[in-house]
């Protein structure tokens, strides 16, 4: 069966400083990976997504970046944090042979910038 | 532009209490229609996929419906262990990418 694990769960972090967040997913392979940030009444809001290996789309401009080193590694990384990039960030996955399908997410990092 | 809007947005029931949560969407191509659970501080968890109109799925004290304009999730006797919030997202055309509405937040009191 697949699973999917981030690191770390929490993190509290000063303003400016860099950011890495990771995401692996077992049992599949060639998946869609997605990453998401969900604020406090908020909805889920897709930043990153990728189809393969080096392959990133980004869906909002921001001063956060992925990267997709391996098939089943997708990372989050900012250089200098802000303020606003508090919240509870999501990484998901989806079987990425074909267009149909759910996605299935990870149980997120709480990130707190001080 | 691809809309999608759950209601209410908080919900209280008595235990046993039925009752109905809704997921409308304007989108053109629906390609599925997804619904989550979501406990505080966890990532969701995959409930329901749905794929054409008439369609019904069922699980244990759950059940997710679709129409060509909305979706339902029926919860039958709810305890309060299926407090949460509960997500609806909907995939159109070609795109890998699914909008995600607002969610409904809902506690049941024992």
């Known amino acids: 069966s697949q699973t999917i694990h981030q690191w770390p769960a929490t993190l509290v972090q000063p303003v400016g400083s860099p950011l890495s967040l990771e995401c692996t997913v077992e049992?599949?392979?060639?998946?869609?990976l997605y990453w998401y940030r969900q604020a406090a009444g908020r909805g889920l809001q897709l930043l990153f997504y990728?189809?393969?290996?080096?392959?990133i789309s980004s869906e909002v401009p921001q001063n956060l970046s992925a990267s997709r080193p391996q098939d089943r590694q997708f990372i989050l990384s900012s250089k200098k944090l802000l303020l606003s990039d508090s919240g509870f960030y999501l990484c998901?996955?989806?079987?990425?042979?074909?267009?149909?399908?759910?996605?299935?997410f990870g149980p997120g990092t709480r990130l707190t910038v001080l | 532009e691809d809309q999608v809007t759950q209601s209410p947005e908080a919900l209280r029931l008595q235990e046993g209490e039925s009752s109905s949560l809704n997921c409308s969407y304007t989108?053109?191509?629906?390609?599925?229609l997804f619904w989550y659970r979501q406990d505080p501080g966890k990532g969701p968890e995959f409930l329901f996929t749905?794929?054409?109109a008439g369609e019904e799925k069922e699980k244990e004290r759950l059940k997710a419906t679709l129409t060509k304009k909305e979706s339902f999730l029926h919860i039958t006797a709810p305890k309060p262990e299926d407090s949460a919030t509960y997500l609806c997202?909907?995939?159109?055309?070609?795109?890998?990418?699914?909008?995600f509405g607002r969610g409904t937040s809902l506690i049941v009191h024992p």
């Open positions: 998901a996955w989806k079987v990425g042979t074909e267009l149909r399908g759910e996605q299935f």
């Open positions: 049992g599949t392979s060639n998946p869609n």
């Open positions: 990728s189809v393969g290996i080096g392959q």
């Open positions: 989108v053109s191509g629906l390609r599925g």
């Open positions: 749905l794929y054409s």
């Open positions: 997202a909907v995939r159109t055309g070609g795109s890998y990418i699914p909008t």
